[in-house]
C-alpha cells in the first residue's frame, strides 16, 4: 500500500500522481525540440513535422505520424507549403495549416483525403497562429491573419468560414488567445497587454477577469479546460488566474514566482472534481497549481509536449511517456495510509485471508457492522477501473470478489462489466496497439468508439476478439469489422484479384450486415474491375448486384442478373440503362440474347412507345405481330384514307406470315370502312368506323332497308344475326305490318317464338298472338305463356305429354284456375303410371 502511495503528491485536500505509459519505440535522436507536434486527446496518435537538419538546408522537412506508444504508423516527406500548425480531427485525421491559409487533410497512415482553404484574403495577408478545436459541431479551425483578422470554422466536414469582427488596437497577432465553446456558440478570446476582449459573430466585447489583481501585469498565456468550463490566464509577473470560461468566477490566484511564458499551459482535473488544477510546463519545469496557494513541481529532464485529457494530462517526451491526474477520491480511500475506508479494510481483508491469517475475519466483522460490505465491495470494483496497473487492478477485483461471498443480494453487474471493461482496456494500451486509454475516457468515448478506432488502425483481430467477448450483436461488431477489413483487403496490389476474392469470401461468408456490392464498389473504386465483378458473384440480392454492374459499363452481365432475379422492376430498370447507353441496333440485338427481358420491353412499348414496338417486329421479322400492330395502330388513324393504307399494311404482312383467315378478316374490315364512307356520301348516314353489327343496326334505325339488305349480302351477314337485328328493329319502330311481311319472306331462322317475346316486349298482344301458331311444337308452351294464355299452354303441354312443361303452367296458375289446375295434376298422374 505504501508503494502505492509513494509517487502521490499533495495539492490542497487532493493528490496528484504521475503514471507511466510507455517507454517511447521511436528513436528520436534530436528529440522533439525541433518538431511541430500534434497529439491527439483519448490516447491518439502523434504527429511529427521535423525540420530539416541545419547541416542541409536543401533538405525537406519530413512529417511522420505514431502511435501514442511511439510506434511508426507512417512517414513522408513534406513537399507542400510552410506549415504554421498541426491538429488532429475527433475521427483521427491529421489537419496541417499552412501559411497561404490552405488546410491539408491526411489519414492516420499519410494519405491524402482532401483540402480546404481559409479563404481568398488569407492569401495575402498569411497564417500567423491558428487552433485546431473540438466543439459539439465536430472539428474547429481558427486562424489570425497578418492583417490581424481571425477567421473560424467550427465544422471542416460542413465548411462555414466566419470572418469575426476587427479588434480595435491590435496590430499583428495578440499576446496570447483561445477559443471557446460555450453555449452552443464559438467564440474567441483574447489579450493585447492586460486587457481582454471577446469576439463572436457580431462584436468585440472587452471583459475583465473578476478578481484579477492589479498589479498582475500583462496576460501572455491563457488556456481553457478539455470541457470549455474553466479558463486560466497567466501574466508577465508569474501570476495564474483561474476561473470560470464565462469570466464570471474565480477560483484562484497562485503566484508561481515565474515571470517567462510557461511553454504549454494545460488544465488537470477530473470530471466532477471540485479541485481543478493548471499544469505549466518551462524548458526544466513542470508545475502543477490548483485552487489553494501551494504547487507540485516536476523537473523536466527533456523537451516535452502536454496533451490535455478528459481527466488529466499526458506528458510525452521522447523517451517515455505518462499520464499526470488527480488521485480518484475512491483510490485515495483505500490506499491512503492508516485508511478506515470500507474499501481499504476489504482489501485488507482478503490479504490476510490469503495469508490464511484469522484478522481477515476481523476486518471482515468491523466491515459488517458498520453494514458497509456492499459499499466496500462497490468501492473496491470503482478503484480498479481507475487504476492502470493490472496487478492493482488483480487485487482490488480479488478483493471484491471475496467480499462478494458474504452478501447476498449484491448485484453482479458492475462487477462483471468492470472487469470485462479492464481485459479490454488493458489489450488496447499495450505497446504494440497504443490506446493508453483510462476507465473515465472508455466511458465517455463509447465501445463502438474504441472499436471504430481499432479498426481504422487496421486491428482487426483485436477488434473482432473484443466484439466477441464482449457478445456485440453482429451487424455492430464482427459484421462492421470485416466489411471495414474486406474494403482494405481489396486496396492491396500485391496480391492477384483470385486470391483477394477467395480471402474475402472465406472470411466473410455469410456474416449478416456484410453487402459483397459495397466491398465490389470499393474494388471499382480502386481500378479493379475484375475483382469487383468477382467479388459481386457472391453477393445474393440481385439489386445490389445490378446497380454496380451498370456503373462498370457490363450492361450484358447487369441484365442476365437482373434477369435471373426474377424482378420485372430490375429488368427494366437495366433496360432503360441500356436504351439511354446504346444505339439503337445494339440495343435491340443485345435484347435478342434475352428473349425475358425482349418479352417485358415489348410490354413495356404496347404502353408507352408503340413506334419502337414496330421496330422491334420489323427487326426480328415478326409478320404476324407487325401485322397485329398495324392493325392496332389503324384505329389510332383519324382520316379514313391512311387508316386503309394502315390496315393494308397489315394485310400485306398477314399474308407474309401465311396467316390467311386474319389478312381475310382485314381485308372484310376495309371493305366495311369504304362501304361506310360511300353512305356517308350519299346519305350521311355517320357510320364511319362502326363495326358491322353496329352499322347494320344504324341502317335498320334509319329505315335504310335497301342498304340493310345490300349489307346482308355482300358481307354475308349471319342470317341469324340480320333477322335477329331487324326483327327487333321493326318492332321498336312498331312497322306491324312490315314485320308480318318479313315473317312471310321465308322461314324464319331464329324460329317464331322470338316474334312473339319481341310482340310481348313492345305490349301489342294481338300482334303476338299471330305468331303462336307458327312456332314449333317445342315451343308451343312458352309462345302460350308469354301471351299469358294459360289454357292454351296447359293443352300444349298435355298434348307433349311433358311434365317439366306441365309443372312450368302449374307454376303461373293462381286459386282462380282450380279447373285447369286439376286436370294439369290427373295428366301428370296418369303420365307418371305409364
Not at 212 to 230: N, R
Not at 237 to 254: A, P
Not at 519 to 529: E, F, H
Not at 531 to 554: H, N, T, W, Y
Amino acid at each position: 500500500m505504501a508503494f502505492i502511495t509513494a509517487n502521490w503528491n499533495p495539492l490542497g485536500e487532493a493528490f496528484y500522481r504521475k503514471t507511466e505509459l510507455y517507454e517511447m519505440c521511436w528513436n528520436l535522436k534530436d528529440g522533439l525540440g525541433d518538431s511541430l507536434v500534434a497529439a491527439a486527446p483519448y490516447g491518439g496518435p502523434i504527429a511529427l513535422l521535423r525540420e530539416p537538419h541545419r547541416r542541409s538546408p536543401s533538405s525537406r522537412p519530413q512529417l511522420e505520424m505514431y502511435s501514442a506508444s511511439g510506434v511508426s504508423v507512417a512517414s513522408f516527406v513534406w513537399k507542400s507549403g510552410p506549415v504554421v500548425h498541426l491538429g488532429w480531427t475527433v475521427s483521427d485525421e491529421l489537419l496541417c495549416v499552412q501559411e497561404d491559409g490552405s488546410v491539408l487533410i491526411y489519414d492516420l497512415f499519410g494519405s491524402f483525403k482532401r483540402h480546404f482553404n481559409m479563404g481568398l484574403e488569407v492569401v495575402q495577408s498569411q497564417v500567423l497562429e491558428a487552433k485546431v478545436f473540438h466543439s459539439p459541431y465536430g472539428t474547429g479551425i481558427a486562424i489570425v491573419t497578418g492583417s490581424s483578422r481571425f477567421t473560424l470554422a467550427t465544422n471542416i466536414d460542413d465548411l462555414k468560414l466566419r470572418r469575426l469582427p476587427e479588434v480595435p488596437g491590435l496590430q499583428g497577432k495578440p499576446s496570447s488567445w483561445v477559443v471557446l465553446s460555450q453555449d452552443r456558440q464559438t467564440k474567441v478570446l483574447l489579450s493585447i497587454g492586460p486587457e481582454l476582449f471577446i469576439l463572436d459573430n457580431t462584436a468585440c466585447s472587452a471583459v475583465v477577469p473578476p478578481g484579477l489583481s492589479p498589479q498582475a501585469g500583462s496576460i501572455i498565456q491563457m488556456c481553457v479546460s478539455f470541457s470549455y468550463k474553466y479558463l486560466a490566464l497567466f501574466t508577465d509577473t508569474g501570476h495564474l488566474w483561474t476561473g470560470s470560461s464565462h469570466l464570471q468566477d474565480k477560483l484562484s490566484e497562485v503566484d508561481t514566482k515565474k515571470s517567462t511564458p510557461p511553454k504549454q499551459m494545460v488544465w488537470c482535473r477530473r470530471p466532477r472534481s471540485q479541485q481543478p488544477s493548471v499544469v505549466l510546463m518551462w524548458d526544466r519545469l513542470l508545475l502543477v497549481a490548483g485552487i489553494c496557494q501551494d504547487t507540485i513541481q516536476f523537473p523536466v529532464e527533456d523537451q516535452c509536449v502536454l496533451v490535455g485529457e478528459l481527466d488529466g494530462v499526458r506528458i510525452i517526451s521522447s523517451t517515455n511517456q505518462e499520464l499526470l491526474q488527480e488521485v480518484p477520491v475512491v483510490c485515495q480511500d483505500i490506499f491512503k495510509i492508516a485508511s478506515m475506508a470500507p474499501g481499504a479494510l476489504l482489501l485488507e481483508a482478503h490479504r490476510e485471508y490469503e495469508k490464511s491469517s484469522q484478522k481477515a475475519d476481523e476486518y471482515l466483522r468491523e466491515i459488517k457492522e458498520q453494514s458497509m460490505l456492499g459499499e466496500a465491495v462497490r468501492q473496491c470494483v470503482e478503484a480498479a477501473g481507475h487504476e492502470y496497473d493490472s496487478n492493482t487492478q488483480k487485487s482490488l477485483l480479488r478483493a471484491a470478489s471475496f467480499g462478494k461471498c458474504f452478501l447476498t443480494d449484491f448485484s453482479p453487474d458492475l462487477f462483471v462489466s468492470t472487469c470485462r471493461e479492464l481485459r479490454v482496456l488493458n489489450a488496447v494500451r499495450e505497446s504494440d496497439v497504443g490506446l493508453p486509454l483510462t476507465h473515465t475516457q472508455f466511458k465517455q468515448l463509447t465501445l463502438q468508439v474504441l472499436i471504430d478506432r481499432l479498426v481504422y488502425r487496421q486491428f482487426y483481430p483485436l477488434a473482432i476478439e473484443i466484439c466477441r467477448y464482449l457478445k456485440i450483436p453482429d451487424y455492430q461488431g464482427v459484421s462492421r469489422v470485416l466489411k471495414h477489413w474486406a474494403s482494405c483487403k481489396v486496396q492491396q496490389k500485391d496480391l492477384s484479384d483470385d486470391a483477394i476474392a477467395r480471402a474475402v469470401c472465406v472470411k466473410v461468408g455469410d456474416s449478416p450486415g456484410v453487402s459483397y456490392s459495397h466491398i465490389a464498389a470499393k474494388a471499382y473504386d480502386c481500378g479493379r474491375t475484375e475483382l469487383a465483378i468477382k467479388l459481386l458473384d457472391f453477393e445474393a440480392r440481385s439489386g445490389e448486384q445490378v446497380p454496380l454492374l451498370l456503373k462498370m459499363k457490363r450492361s450484358q452481365l447487369a441484365l442476365s442478373k437482373a434477369v435471373e432475379s426474377g424482378d420485372t422492376d430490375l429488368v427494366y430498370t437495366v433496360v432503360t440503362y441500356l436504351k439511354n447507353e446504346m444505339n439503337r441496333g445494339d440495343f435491340f440485338m443485345t435484347l435478342r440474347n434475352q428473349p425475358v427481358a425482349l418479352s417485358l420491353y415489348r410490354q413495356f412499348c404496347k404502353l408507352q412507345e408503340q413506334d419502337t414496338l414496330k421496330d422491334l417486329y420489323n427487326q426480328d421479322d415478326d409478320h404476324q405481330e407487325l401485322a397485329n400492330y398495324y392493325v392496332t395502330a389503324s384505329y389510332r388513324e383519324k382520316r379514313l384514307d391512311s387508316r386503309l393504307s394502315v390496315l393494308q399494311s397489315a394485310v400485306d404482312e398477314y399474308n407474309k406470315a401465311k396467316n390467311e383467315f386474319s389478312a381475310k378478316a382485314t381485308e372484310e374490315e376495309m371493305r366495311l370502312l369504304r362501304f361506310q364512307r360511300k353512305l356517308d356520301d350519299e346519305k350521311g348516314a355517320g357510320l364511319l368506323g362502326l363495326s358491322l353489327q353496329a352499322t347494320m343496326e344504324a341502317l335498320l334505325a334509319s329505315g335504310l332497308n335497301k342498304q340493310a339488305e345490300q349489307l346482308y349480302r355482300d358481307f354475308r351477314v349471319p342470317d341469324k344475326r340480320y333477322w335477329w337485328l331487324k326483327l327487333k328493329s321493326l318492332a321498336e319502330k312498331e312497322e306491324w305490318e312490315e314485320l308480318e311481311k318479313f315473317s312471310k319472306s321465308k322461314k324464319s331462322p331464329i324460329g317464331y317464338l322470338a316474334f312473339v317475346e319481341v310482340c310481348m316486349k313492345s305490349n301489342n298482344k294481338s300482334e303476338a298472338k299471330k305468331y303462336v301458331s307458327k312456332v314449333t311444337p317445342e315451343q308451343k308452351v312458352k309462345a302460350h305463356l308469354a301471351i299469358s294464355d294459360l289454357e292454351g299452354a296447359a293443352e300444349a303441354a298435355i298434348e307433349r305429354k311433358n311434365d317439366s312443361e306441365m309443372g312450368a303452367v302449374l307454376s303461373r296458375c293462381s286459386s282462380s284456375d282450380r279447373l285447369l289446375i286439376d286436370r294439369l295434376n290427373r295428366a301428370r298422374i296418369s303420365l307418371a303410371k305409364k
